[in-house]
T-cell receptor, first 112, second 116 residues
Framework: NAGVTQTPKFRILKIGQSMTLQCTQD?????MYWYRQDPGMGLKLIYY???????DKGEVPNGYNVSRSTTEDFPLRLELAAPSQTSVYFC???????????FGEGSRLTVL | AQTVTQSQPEMSVQEAETVTLSCTYD???????LFWYKQPPSRQMILVIR??????QNATENRFSVNFQKAAKSFSLKISDSQLGDTAMYFC?????????????FGTGTLLAVQP
């Protein structure tokens, strides 16, 4: 029972590099989310999707892009990494008509 | 816009004692969900308990219970018989009920340390 799977778990990037954080869920959830968690802070919403082909911005979308070509996958793209993007990133999913979010284990990204 | 406030950055409790974590929120909506999530050192986010705003009865899950005061917009978490495994960051969260964009809004968290 995999749930929500994120890769990689850890990554170090140089300023200006690009990368994609992968997120896959096997629960057939329509709603998927990307959050970032800065040290000592709560989670802030970056982007979300209510179904395949539909995405929208959250609170802190600048510097990120997403796509949702399938129900299962919701990758997060960083095009030009900046030190301000050093954070732990969480992907989450949920059924359309319930409130419970299922989270991945997080991806720790450091930009130097 | 909705906001969630956790005014206790850190708390400590002795094993087997009871501790209450505070949370207040601000919304003009009448229907919504409230949650408490636990984040242990492993970083995994784990749902502890949820409360639907239309329900007057406070939610309970084993040693975890909430005190939901809708008029005061307060949603505190009580942990009874604290265990060492309860040591974690606890986040209060709010979500509107219904609509196409049910985003979860988190507070800044309370770090709970259970002392042996």
């Amino acid at each position: 029972n995999a749930g929500v799977t994120q890769t990689p778990k850890f990554r170090i990037l140089k300023i200006g590099q690009s990368m994609t954080l992968q997120c896959t869920q096997d629960m057939n959830h329509n709603y998927m989310y990307w959050y970032r968690q800065d040290p000592g802070m709560g989670l802030k919403l970056i982007y979300y999707s209510v179904g395949a082909g539909i995405t929208d911005k959250g609170e802190v979308p600048n510097g990120y892009n997403v796509s949702r070509s399938t129900t299962e996958d919701f990758p997060l793209r960083l095009e030009l990494a900046a030190p301000s993007q050093t954070s732990v990133y969480f992907c989450a999913s949920r059924l359309s008509n319930t409130g419970e979010l299922f989270f991945g284990e997080g991806s720790r990204l450091t930009v130097l | 816009a909705q906001t969630v406030t956790q005014s206790q950055p850190e708390m400590s409790v002795q094993e087997a004692e009871t501790v209450t974590l505070s949370c207040t929120y601000d919304t003009s909506e009448s229907n919504y969900y409230l949650f408490w999530y636990k984040q242990p050192p492993s970083r995994q986010m784990i749902l502890v308990i949820r409360q639907e705003a239309y329900k007057q009865q406070n939610a309970t899950e084993n040693r975890f219970s909430v005190n939901f005061q809708k008029a005061a917009k307060s949603f505190s978490l009580k942990i009874s018989d604290s265990q060492l495994g309860d040591t974690a960051m606890y986040f209060c969260a709010f979500m509107n009920y219904g609509g196409a964009t049910n985003k979860l809004i988190f507070g800044t968290g309370t770090l709970l340390a259970v002392q042996p």
